[in-house]
């Protein structure tokens, strides 16, 4: 158990930095056991904090040489050191130049924070807090730099040295060299890098608009170049795409990205340095799915957007992070979506929205998408901050119209440029460009918990008038007990009982409008009344997912009816899942009694219709096609049930498999590949429905489908696919295709990860302890992020049928990963926790177990105090 409570930061106690540092140099000397970094800060009072404020500078296992303060030694006596690492300066002058001398040991770090080694080579990580473990330094945001940055490192050993910004000189004799680095921008600590090592480059270039000629490199291992193409072609793209959209170009002569396999998150836009964890790097046909190609394509185009939403302009503090996460996302979302089929793009966003926000958002550590306060930073790198909010930057951009949010995007940088901001002044550009009051959206980022909304209407034939009344309410939260209403808007359009679009003509209009409209509902209830309405219509809400929202209570027959004639192609995919759920939480009800499983005819004909009509669209036909779920119909539960969910699901599966047999099969069949492997829209979706048809053949009983496709596949995507659906399974073709795939690609780490998060997924009776034998398997490390990731959060989160066994058995392996990989990596230890706060949501017996092994984790000796939040919140 920790003895000490860990400190809570509140939003509220914000108060400016006591000293600003105008100049930074840094000199490194990279050793892996004994690095040397002397840093030369300018630094002077901030005329905004007060006059007598300490001149205190953050600091975390940093070994003092000297300092000293304009040349002169600093005494001990002047010098207070923290018990959290930092240090103080006694007496410290109005200005001055401090000069630090510290030594790290980079390859003892394995919290992958600070600077630490990679199969030999160096790397620093600094979001958030993460600088403070290089030099002592005002590790916060709101203190932004220039930054001059020495490297001197072995020749042979790092023939490759980095840092942000341009390449002003170069020199050295003998076994060691030295580079210099000058970034002109300034930016706060939590983006400076370092990178050195033995890499090589694959590079191109770019001409901005206004014509600066840009250097681009991706910077990796030996071996690794062939599989750059892709990432370089996004990066190219990703430049192309906001100058186009947003009038932004890039500001430095040289754009590096250098690739590592032992990193936290996905990547980091470290300015003119982004580190990328390879997976959002490398891609080969052979090696990646479809899946990966997108995913860099998203993480290349997201950390370029940092550029300017987030670098040029920075967040004040850390409760401001949805303030660049956010905004970026819905950036790289739009970006996206202009590369490829936009309603899909906004289908699959959906879709992990709902996977991983609205649970927490229902949640114990549920959390407005502007947290008021936090133990650990590191926690709130969260689908809140991230997804929800671009969703609400969506909103935004839904209410005042495209034209004046790219209005409101030039104010924004233009009063902004160089400066530490808060949402406040986000919100108040987009207000001040449109005309628009926005201030009721700040409620979206002060209130957690998902808004509900419901529908009532009524239609009056003798006046021809509708009239549609919308609610809505927000759940309590913790801490929250009472919530305002937020303005959303509903985007909408009514059909016709012919199922045509209908015009709409609200009751204060003069003229009808064509096509789909938005509504605002701002108050907890509000009605709006059409006029010259021919027929009882249906209405189709929320088009495009116009907002975060659970829309409850739409009547059977009126999702079906959606389903098929909706003008709005996400409306007609949610009514069809929409309907599947629900059908499919009736059948988890009678499981639950006892009763016979039983079908709905309307499932298969549904899937007949989609196969029927895939042709045109085959990415929006598989999606379709894929049943909701476990985890989505998990949250509609308010007690959820696993086992049953996953029974149901199996059930469904099979019974379509079988009644759509011949038409799956003549899909499956009319869409095999003979050409080369292309990745282009087209291609990917026509994978993604054949595959989408093998997981039905294959759960009707018919494995030889997916053996003969897993024997053949020349790509990941149809390889993959066919094993995950063999090793759902039993017997030795299982065994064989698991064997065979090891055996291809045991030097391949991104691929090894797949092989173990697919026997992680499999919902076999044995899973517990195929997950234990998996963490005694050779090619299983702990220290590295992705491999524990793949095994241990791909059990816990994506196999919830045995992770919920009543044994207790999958919480107490959860748990006993968290306590021992928590003093290696706190960070990972911490966000693995998040299953087991699920408590609440699970049966009694359940919740208890759950419970008991959270406390195990509390009671774990020195305990990280990123684990000691989740796990505690988790518990209270
Ligand atoms: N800013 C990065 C996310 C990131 C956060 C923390 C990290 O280290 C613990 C690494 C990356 C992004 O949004 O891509
Ligand atoms: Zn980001």
Not at 85 to 114: C, F, K, Q, W, Y
Not at 419 to 435: C, L, P
Not at 657 to 666: S, V, W, Y
């Amino acid at each position: 158990m920790r003895t000490d409570t860990p400190v809570t930061i509140h939003r509220q106690d914000y108060a400016p930095p006591a000293f600003l540092v105008d100049r930074v140099g840094l000199e490194f000397r990279l050793d892996p056991a004994a690095t040397e970094v002397r840093a030369r800060l300018a630094l002077r009072r901030n005329p905004a904090a007060a006059a007598d404020a300490p001149l205190r500078l953050d600091g975390d296992g940093l070994a003092l040489q000297e300092a000293r303060m304009d040349g002169t030694v600093l005494p001990p006596e002047r010098l207070v050191f923290g018990a959290d690492g930092s240090l103080t300066i006694a007496d410290p002058p109005a200005s001055g130049l401090l000069e630090t001398l510290v030594r790290i040991a980079p390859e003892a770090n394995t919290s992958l924070m600070g600077l630490y080694t990679s199969g030999g080579n160096f790397y620093t990580q600094c979001e958030a807090e993460g600088f403070r473990r290089i030099t002592f330094f005002p590790d916060r945001p709101d203190v932004m730099s220039r930054y001059t940055v020495t490297i001197h490192a072995d020749r042979l050993r790092c023939p490759v040295l980095l840092s942000n910004g341009n390449l002003v000189e170069q020199g050295g004799e003998g076994a060691t060299h030295w580079v210099r680095w000058e970034d002109p921008h300034p930016k706060p600590s939590y983006l400076f890098a370092l990178v050195a090592g033995d890499l090589v480059s694959v590079s191109d270039r770019f001409t901005t608009r206004s014509g600066r000629e840009v250097a681009l490199h991706i910077w990796v291992r030996r071996g690794d170049e062939s599989r750059c193409g892709h990432a370089m072609d996004s990066l190219k793209r990703s430049m192309a795409w906001d100058e186009e959209v947003f009038g932004l170009e890039y500001d430095l002569d040289v754009f590096n990205i250098a690739a590592v396999s032992d990193f936290n998150m996905g990547a980091m836009e470290n300015k003119g340095l982004n580190v990328f964890n390879t997976k959002y790097v490398l891609a080969s046909p052979e090696s990646a799915t479809d899946g990966d190609w997108q995913g860099i394509e998203t993480v290349v185009a997201h950390e370029y957007f940092h550029n300017w939403t987030g670098n040029r302009v920075t967040c004040r503090d850390w409760f401001q992070l949805s303030l660049k996460e956010g905004l970026t996302v819905f950036r790289d979302q739009e970006f996206s979506a202009d590369m490829g089929s936009r309603a899909v793009k906004r289908i699959r966003d959906v879709r992990g929205l709902r996977a991983a926000q609205f649970p927490e958002d229902a949640g114990p550590m549920a959390h407005p998408v502007r947290p008021d306060s936090y133990i650990e930073i590191d926690n709130f790198y969260t689908p809140t901050v991230y997804q929800k909010g671009a969703e609400v930057v969506r909103l935004i951009h839904t209410r005042i119209g495209a034209a004046a949010f790219r209005r409101g995007m030039d104010l924004y940088i233009a009063r902004n440029d160089n400066q530490a901001v808060t949402i406040e002044d986000f919100v108040r550009a987009m207000q001040d460009a449109s005309g628009i009051d926005l201030s009721s959206f700040m409620g979206w980022y002060d209130q957690a918990g998902t808004p509900e909304i419901a529908a009532e209407d009524r239609y009056d034939p003798a006046a021809r008038r509708y009239t549609l009344t919308l609610r809505q309410q927000t759940p309590p939260t913790r801490g929250q007990a009472d919530k305002r209403p937020v303005p959303i808007p509903v985007a909408m359009g009514l059909l016709g009982p012919d199922g045509r679009e209908q015009p709409t003509r609200l009751a204060s209009e003069n003229a009808a409008q064509s096509g789909t409209r938005t509504l605002l509902l701002e108050a907890a209830e509000q009605s709006f009344v059409f006029e010259d309405v021919p027929a009882p219509p249906v209405p189709s809400l929320l088009r495009g997912f116009s907002a975060p929202v659970r829309l409850r209570g739409v009547p059977r027959d009126r999702l079906r009816f959606l389903a098929v004639h909706d003008t709005d192609p996400f409306v007609r995919w949610e009514s069809g899942q929409q309907y599947a759920a629900s059908v499919m939480l009736e059948m988890v009800a009678a499981q639950q009694r006892g009763e016979a499983l039983g079908f709905d005819a309307a499932l298969a004909e549904a899937v007949a219709n989609t196969l029927a009509a895939a042709d045109a669209d085959p990415a929006f036909a598989a999606e379709a096609l894929v049943l909701p779920g476990e985890g989505f119909l998990a949250d509609q539960m308010e007690i959820a049930d696993p086992v049953a969910i996953h029974l149901v699901r199996r059930h469904l599966r099979a019974e379509i498999g079988r009644r759509c047999g011949p038409a799956l099969r003549a899909t499956y069949d009319a869409l095999a590949d003979h050409g080369p492997y292309r990745i282009d829209g087209a291609s990917i979706g026509r994978r993604a429905l054949r595959n989408a048809c093998l997981a039905y053949l294959t759960a009707a009983g018919d494995t030889a489908l997916a053996k003969a496709q897993f024997d053949a596949a020349t790509n990941m995507t149809d390889s993959l696919a066919a094993l995950a659906l063999l090793a759902d399974g039993d017997g030795p073709a299982r065994e064989a295709a698991l064997a065979s795939f090891h055996a291809r690609w045991r030097g391949d780490d991104l691929v090894l990860d797949k092989w173990f998060a697919i026997q992680a997924m499999a919902a076999r009776p044995d899973a517990i302890a195929q997950v234990r034998a998996l963490q005694a398997h050779p090619d299983f490390d702990l220290k590295n992020p992705n491999r524990a990731r793949s095994l241990i959060a791909s059990f816990a989160a994506g196999n919830p049928s045995q992770f919920h066994d009543l044994s207790g058995e999958g919480y107490r392996f959860l748990a006993d990963a968290v306590i021992a990989l928590d003093p290696v990596n706190g960070s990972i230890a911490a966000r693995l926790v998040g299953p087991l706060g699920q408590w609440r949501r699970q049966s009694a017996a359940r919740g208890a177990l759950m419970r008991r092994e959270l406390q195990r984790v509390l009671d774990t000796p020195d305990l990280s105090k990123g684990t000691f939040e989740k796990a505690s919140k988790a518990l209270l």
